[in-house]
């Protein structure tokens, strides 16, 4: 017998089919249609003045866009959101008028925008150079060391980058590494340009950023006795970052400076005097002082560096020129100060600060918080630590004021206030119970009565 297709069967059967065909459009939509195309992005920099990222695009309408911008020493990206989504383009102008971001460095970015079905897509990455277009930068290159100038004769640059190459060898053979990366070392002529262009105090004339191999520093034209010291100055900075790169902390500023001095110009004898002369007057500073930051103030800033390398001295000639690579790979492996300095000297950061202070003639001084000084026991303290004694009341039989001990401080009069209180608590606490139970009973015994 052949059963009969009825419309209604045939009319289930199409509703079915079409609601998914539905179903798949809707899914398939944002795939098929709901996307965005990426043209080729750019940016244009303006020297203290902003960076102008555009990234054209076509396709789907974009709800909401952000610009993702990541520079040199940042832990992340720094995410901000357009005030405005252009129909074909988005446009960010990053501001850089505040001088927080040095000449030569590398900027990344990209935009990522969100969709009208809640669906997001990143754009392609934007690189860009943030440099210095205030002036023509001649430029000479040397074994590492490329040379960017603005003021100088041919030959008083050539020396310089001989002075420069020079430092980086120098420190990449006591550190125990060896660089293959160039380094952009930037020279400006005058103090003014200088702070113009990095926006550093006065009593600073030269900065290195080892994030992205760059160096800056101030020399005037012809100055040949002060390229003597900064021009390898800063890039042994750059090979003490590559050679204790540690992963969880900075090793101590002092050690950072004080191989940099020791590397450009040695314990010379403008830093014994100072030292000597802070020793004579009590103005030595602790090397704990100078673990972080250097004063800045011209008064102090000329000791920092002589007691960095007047440090730096002491350590080559106590425990050897050998020991200085086996400090470097034990930073390098995520040492603390102390494990560091154990591992190279054998002592702690502490007793090293002490050893130096005693081969300058100066008395080691403790800072930071001290034990307080011993005053008088009062009445009745029998001065054991953690024994408390109190005079008990008169009782018979006993004097009055006999003393009792205690471990926690009380005594038989409060643990029996205690005790009491306690029985009350519990009496109390049947008594609850006694009535929670009753008034269940009630309720039980209502709920079985027929009703009226």
């Not at 003393?403 to 205690?418: E, F, I, K, V, Y």
Request: include cysteine.
């Amino acid at each position: 017998m052949k059963r009969l297709v009825t419309h209604r069967t045939v009319r289930r059967l199409s509703a079915c089919v079409l609601s998914a065909l539905f179903g798949l459009l809707w899914v398939a939509g944002p795939v098929l249609g709901q996307s965005v195309t990426f043209g080729t992005p750019s940016a244009v920099s303006k020297f203290g003045t902003s960076i102008v990222f555009t990234q054209p695009y076509s396709g789907a309408t974009i709800n909401t866009a952000n610009i993702l911008i990541q520079v040199p020493d940042d832990a992340g990206p720094s995410v901000f959101t357009l005030a405005r989504v252009g129909s074909n383009s988005l446009v960010f102008t990053m501001d850089t008028s505040s001088g927080t971001l040095f000449p030569n460095t590398p900027v990344s970015a990209n935009f990522e925008v969100a969709l009208a079905d809640g669906t997001t897509q990143e754009g392609p990455v934007i690189h860009v150079v943030y440099a210095d277009d205030r002036f023509t930068w001649k430029t000479k290159t040397g074994k590492l060391v490329r040379l960017h100038y603005i003021d100088a004769s041919d030959a008083f640059a050539q020396q310089m980058l001989t002075l420069a190459d020079g430092g980086v060898t120098k420190a990449a053979s006591l550190f125990g590494v060896t660089e293959s990366q160039p380094i952009d070392y930037y020279v400006y002529p005058s103090q003014s340009l200088f702070q113009q262009g990095l926006n550093q105090p006065d009593t600073v004339g030269g900065v290195a950023m080892p994030s992205f191999r760059t160096c800056y520093s101030i020399v005037a034209a012809g100055d040949a006795t002060y390229a003597a010291q900064v021009m390898p100055h800063e890039p042994t900075h750059v090979v003490f970052a590559d050679a204790t790169g540690n992963p969880y902390h900075d090793p101590p500023r002092w050690l950072n400076e004080g191989f940099a001095q020791y590397v450009s110009q040695g314990y010379d004898a403008q830093s014994r005097q100072e030292v000597s002369h802070a020793v004579s007057n009590g103005t030595l500073t602790s090397l704990v002082a100078l673990t972080d930051f250097f004063p800045l103030d011209s008064q102090r800033i000329y000791l920092a560096y002589a007691e960095a390398v007047s440090a730096v001295d002491f350590m080559v000639r106590k425990y050897g020129q050998p020991a200085i690579p086996k400090l470097a790979k034990a930073y390098s492996g995520g040492a603390s100060d102390d494990e560091a300095f154990t591992a190279a000297f054998g002592v702690d950061v502490a007793t090293f600060n002490s050893a130096w202070l005693t081969d300058n003639g100066a008395t080691p001084v403790k800072y930071g918080p001290q034990p307080a000084p011993t005053g008088p026991v009062p009445p009745g303290w029998n001065g054991s630590s953690g024994t408390v004694t109190t005079p008990q009341p008169t009782t018979a039989g006993g004097p009055a004021g006999t003393p009792s001990t205690s471990s926690g401080g009380q005594n038989a009069s409060t643990l029996s206030d205690n005790t009491i209180v306690y029985l009350l608590a519990g009496v109390m606490a049947a008594a609850g119970l006694v009535l929670i139970g009753l008034a269940i009973a009630l309720v039980a015994t209502s709920r079985r009565q027929p009703l009226p």
